[in-house]
């Protein structure tokens, strides 16, 4: 069994507004050295076997929105 992780995150041109309130936060908790941070979804999915061809293809139709997002994935043994 085969461990994939895709981290999917707005595109870097997008405001992430939700990023914008938590880096807001942390300075208000007087953690000043955040200078941005933002926000994203993390999917991990057990496979028998990875298929890049197949993954690539889950992000591409369901697990991200490719006109506002951007992702990667990793495998874990």
Do not use: Q
Request: hydrophobic share 45%.
């Amino acid at each position: 069994m085969v461990t994939v992780r895709v981290f999917v995150t707005l595109k870097p041109s997008l405001l992430d507004s939700a990023g914008r309130t938590v880096a807001g936060s942390l300075h208000k908790l007087g953690y000043g050295e955040v200078e941005d941070a933002r926000i994203g979804k993390l999917i991990e999915m057990k496979m028998p076997t990875f298929d890049e061809a197949r993954v690539k293809e889950m992000c591409d139709r369901l697990l991200a929105n490719p006109v506002i997002e951007e992702y990667r994935y990793e495998v874990v043994a």
